[in-house]
């Protein structure tokens, strides 16, 4: 196994001679394996390895437990060792993030941290590669998605990608090194451990080489992405200009997207798979979309871009990003927005159904959340539909006249997730899965 992962490390060109390795070290069967095999190969290459442990303090004394297990061993193999904590529940309730989220941010940061000039080896496997490949496709991906974690990003190496978790426990086994188990990995608390316990399990009755052979199909998927991205690059020194795009029509569509998506992420700009749809007709026929807040694309038909209408350009467009608190973007009028955990699903949709506020799912949104008025065009699928509706004809039927032009809409990346007066869109609607709420209310000033 040491030959297969000294190999991949050579494939991608991860490691070289004179470079201070950095191995992320959770404790865990994959971080040990880790660092057992850097410390082995490192006189190979003639590398320098240190370890780095993040202690998310989420599991009380099991955390300390691990910590301590990751500085003794470290003692014992003669490995520089550091130790980080970080107060994970608190950054999730500041920004409304999962547990899972907010612990994978801060373990980021901190890598980035504490790694000026050096890399940072992680301990992911093939195991997390397909993983996160059933993630993507669940959650709606394209090519890239689907390519699985990169082994190499910006000073981040991963070179456990090529083995599986069953040859990484065996090879422990086999040279009798203990490791630690994180008890939360054993539960169905969070969706990767919904994949890892209750999907893969299936798939590997159809396929028990599944591990093995997802190796190379990520990889051969991930090469065609790579290609892909070198039409890009090619295509974006020929056409862009800051955030204008002139002569991308003559480039296949494929192409054509992956130079839109771009632009929108160097914006800090989300979208989705129908948003670049749009945007790639936008480019070729002409007009107009809105992107997020007063960020539109446009086009002419030969030359696109990406630009700021604000509201004295277009008065009637008014919109803000929202925010947990007190909202305004009408004179007399607040919406109000808080994120609530609750375990009590039944007790919270019975107060729903008296209308007094909306709930929705707030695992259920996609991306950054607009505030704004109505649109041109608008549509929505309303909770407990099956089919769309169009919001004018809603707003016809259900609203006052001397209202309509006051009505607060949400949209998240994927399009309106609320309508002020006419409901909820059904992909937010709460379940009886839900675990957290974004509760909604609008009162005059």
Known sequence: MTDKIFSFIKKYNMIYKGDTVICGLSGGADSICLLVVLTKIS??????????????????????????????????MNVPFKAVSCDVRSFAEKYGLSTEESARKLR???????????????????????????????????????????????????????????????????????YVTDSTNLSDDYTRNKIRHQVLPVLTGINPSLIETSVN?????????????????????????GNKLHGLNKFHEVIRKRCIARLLSENSLSYSYDR????????????????????????????????????AQNPEFLSTELE????????????????????????????HKKLTFYMLDYDKIIGRVILRNRRFGDRIQLQGRNFTSSVKKLVNEKIPTAERDTLHFLEDQNGTIFAENIGIAQRVAPDNTTTKFLKISVRKK
């Not at 780095?52 to 437990?65: I, P, T, Y």
């Not at 669940?138 to 190496?157: E, Y």
């Not at 480019?283 to 694309?297: A, C, H, Q, R």
């Not at 909202?327 to 019975?350: A, G, R, V, Y």
Request: proline share 3%.
């Open 217 to 241: 199909s990520i990889d051969a998927i991930r090469s065609e992405n790579s290609m892909i991205e070198e039409l890009t690059e090619k295509a974006l020194s020929e056409c862009r200009n």
């Open 276 to 311: 670049l749809i749009k945007a790639d007709r936008i480019l070729t026929d002409g007009g107009k979309i809105n992107i997020s807040g007063d960020i539109f694309f446009v086009s002419d038909g030969q030359n696109a871009e990406l630009k700021k209408i604000l509201p």
């Open 43 to 76: 006189h190979k290459i003639g590398f320098s390895v240190k370890a780095l442990h993040v202690n998310h303090c989420l599991r009380g004394e099991e955390s300390d437990r691990d910590e301590n297990f990751c500085r003794e061993l470290c003692k014992k």
């Open 324 to 351: 947990i608190g007190e909202n305004t973007i009408f004179p007399d009028k607040i919406l109000s927005c808080e994120i609530i955990p609750c375990e009590d699903f039944q007790k919270i949709n019975s107060v």
């Open 108 to 178: 980021y940061e901190i890598f980035a941290e504490n790694s000026a000039g050096a890399k940072i080896a992680t301990a992911h496997n093939a195991n997390d590669n397909i993983e996160t490949v059933i993630f993507n496709l669940a959650r709606g991906s394209a090519l890239k998605g689907i390519s699985g974690i990169p082994p190499v990003r910006d000073n981040i190496i991963r070179p456990l990608l090529v083995v599986s978790r069953q040859e990484i426990e065996a090879f422990l086994k086999n040279i009798g090194q203990d």
